[in-house]
């Protein structure tokens, strides 16, 4: 699962062998800063995603309702614009929603 948040851009999977525990990764350490403690995040430079966290379900569960219940905004993009720690993401959010636009139209 991908999420775009104002916390930033994560990717969430099941862990390979723990199947109570996902893998949370990001390309930036930032983005799980953000969501973790510093002391959880292991980085692997050769790994897709450089920046990994193993959190379990339940966690990862109040996490995301946190995130949710938080949403104050009309408009994802917007705020992005508007968080200095995120803005750098605005164009490729931009494309994106650009690529999934296209996308749905093709499928009309």
Wanted: hydrophobic share 40%.
């Amino acid at each position: 699962m991908w999420i775009a948040s104002t916390f930033g851009f994560i990717s969430i999977v099941q862990h390979w062998d723990q199947t109570d525990t996902f893998l949370v990764r990001a390309r930036l350490k930032k983005d799980l800063q953000l969501l973790f403690d510093d002391k959880r995040i292991l980085e692997i430079p050769s790994a897709d995603y450089r920046y990994r966290v193993l959190v379990k379900k339940q966690e990862m569960a109040d996490v995301l309702v946190k995130m949710i219940k938080d949403i104050d905004y009309p408009n994802f993009k917007n705020e992005i614009a508007s968080l200095p720690e995120q803005r750098d993401k605005l164009s490729a959010y931009h494309e994106i929603w650009g690529l999934m636009k296209d996308h749905s139209e093709q499928l009309k």
